[in-house]
């Protein structure tokens, strides 16, 4: 595809229920981040892929919350025995990890934990 | 990330330049100068970068000190659809990591 894909666009769950939500990054592009953004605030990292590197999770917020890159391309982020406050929009980005190229945003999935 | 500090909101007339002020005094020699905006309920969307030299684009210029040491984003002909929250960044140079901080709140007004 021509950017970066989200699925599901949005996301109703049961509280204590597991969620995946889905990341297509632009074909080539080493570099994924996973951004969670709560009603009215700013964008909060939660884990970054750096190609072949260790992933960056220090943004996770608890042991609940995972993410996988498989093969250097779909990245899926999971949350277990989901709260209400894991209710936001989901944001992922790819980019090609230079230092001259910019990062391209999918247009998120909206969590409602109910 | 070298960080960078923004003025929390600011209000643009319609037609007018808008200017954008970042403060980034720790930044390093090789870290660049990334401009990406929010729309409301969209995701963000790159705008601009530049390391040492003045850029321009389609969409708005960069002016860079000489020091590095700060940055204006110019919108020239501002317009409402230009109404966002404007994230600078500057990310690290030893794994390009992206850290948004509280941007600024640009409305403008007709």
């Known amino acids: 595809g021509a950017g970066v894909s989200q699925s599901p666009s949005n996301k109703v769950t049961e509280k204590g229920k597991d969620v995946e939500l889905r990341c297509d990054p632009i074909s080539g592009h080493t570099a994924l981040y996973w951004y969670r953004q709560s009603l009215g605030q700013g964008l909060e990292f939660l884990i970054y892929f750096q190609g072949n590197s260790a992933p960056d999770k220090s943004g996770l917020p608890s042991d609940r919350f995972s993410a996988e890159r498989t093969g250097g391309s779909v990245s899926t982020l999971t949350i277990q025995r989901t709260q209400q406050e894991d209710s936001a929009v989901y944001l992922c980005?790819?980019?090609?990890?230079?230092?001259?190229?910019?990062?391209?945003f999918g247009q998120g999935t909206r969590l409602t934990v109910v | 990330d070298a960080k960078t500090t923004q003025p929390p909101s600011m209000d643009c007339a319609e037609g007018r330049a808008a200017n954008l002020p970042c403060n980034h005094s720790t930044i390093s020699g090789n870290e660049y100068v990334y401009w990406y905006r929010q729309i409301h309920s969209q995701g963000p969307q790159y705008i601009i970068h530049g390391l040492k030299n003045n850029e321009t684009n389609e969409m708005a210029s960069l002016i860079i000190t000489e020091d590095r040491k700060s940055s204006t984003l110019i919108l020239p002909h501002a317009t409402l659809r230009d109404t966002a929250v404007y994230y600078c960044i500057a990310p690290r140079a030893n794994d390009y990591k992206l850290s948004f901080g509280a941007g600024t709140t640009v409305t403008v007004r007709a």
């Open positions: 980005a790819s980019s090609q990890r230079t230092a001259d190229t910019e990062a391209f």
